[in-house]
């Protein structure tokens, strides 16, 4: 079925730098896209290799503007043993994303490359990240949208249509950040901090072709967490998300708890709370069953935006998993023949 889609649609998608795409990507339970986060958590986990996903739906429209938010993201990073010392490691990884809205799935796509070469310095390491790619810009579906001159005359088309149909755009990103991860004290509680920088050449870009009409700003981030292994079953993990991209400002803080349920199995139940500043509470809940990591995040919109949803204040949910593998060479010695003595 057709939306509702007035003239404000076609502004929204021919000022799309500077409202919806110079916004990136944000998610609740952001450890699951630790390569959107920073370039430099390529390969910042205990094995072989790591897949991670993580699917988001808006759960409300905004002003009758369409159907929902969806934002899916997925990654893979891989661990060699290629260095330069002793105690180093080189990662590298592949991520894809969409990030769509309404009908007319306006938004867009995005498929990355990161690399990350890891220095031990003492009991830790400092991660240097780098990732580039290419990023496009469109609507999917222009011939479903309806704009103010159609609902208004009675027409069957209306000018819009032909420039949301031509409107798209591609750029090339390049993206870079630091890592350092040590564990502290006998408890070996694990600190991590981390600062990156997206958008590092500020491309140009216009929705007719081209470059030129649209420049993105750079985006500041950091990061922290804190693993506290309170006791032999429970650990607790405070963390936060600080983001800077020009006069805008985003601010998460989280504080996850996970019980050891079974340690045969390595069952361990996960949950948690947070709040990005000014916008939702967090809600997280999920488990941790051997290498596979699954949890179910809800946004409970807390700012003015509330009054524009359907039904008011739902927010968003997020479902994520993540898999951790190991691959090990099976040994293959050589025969050998002994005599016996006589």
Known sequence: MKQNLNLAVFLV????????????????Q??????????????????????????????????????????????????????????????????????????INLGKGGFLASGAYHLGIGKGDLAIGAQFGGVSLNAKNPEKANFLDELDSGASSSPDDSKLQSGKANYQDISGGLVFTTPI???????????????????????????????????????????????????????????????????????????LF?????????????????????????????????????DKTVSGLTKAQDPSGFGAIELGIMYTGNITKKPNPKPKVFCPRF
């Open 13 to 28: 998608s021919s000022l799309i730098c500077s409202s919806l795409f110079s916004q990136d990507l944000h998610f609740t």
């Open 30 to 103: 952001y450890e699951f896209a630790p390569i959107h986060v920073n370039p430099a958590n390529t390969g910042g986990f205990f094995g072989t290799f790591r897949l991670s996903g993580i699917y988001r739906d808006q759960g409300a429209s905004i002003g009758s503007a369409g159907s929902l938010y969806r934002t899916p993201l997925f990654g893979m990073d891989v661990n060699f043993g290629f260095a330069f010392r002793a105690k180093d490691w080189t990662s590298l990884a592949i991520s894809f994303f969409q990030d769509r809205t309404g009908e």
């Open 185 to 259: 004290s006998v408890k070996k509680h694990l600190i991590k901090v981390g600062l990156s920088s997206a958008h590092i050449t500020q491309p140009n870009f216009s929705l007719s072709g081209g470059t030129g009409s649209y420049k993105l700003k750079m985006l500041w981030s950091a990061h922290g967490s804190l693993e506290y292994h309170l006791n032999e079953k429970v650990d607790l993990t405070p963390m936060f998300w600080l983001r800077n991209l020009d006069k805008f400002n985003e601010t998460v803080a989280q504080c996850m708890a996970s019980y």
């Open 262 to 298: 079974n340690v045969e199995k390595k069952v361990r139940l996960n949950a948690g709370l947070g709040y990005r500043f000014g916008d939702a509470l967090q809600i997280m809940a999920g488990m941790n069953y051997g290498k596979i990591k699954a949890q179910i995040g809800y």
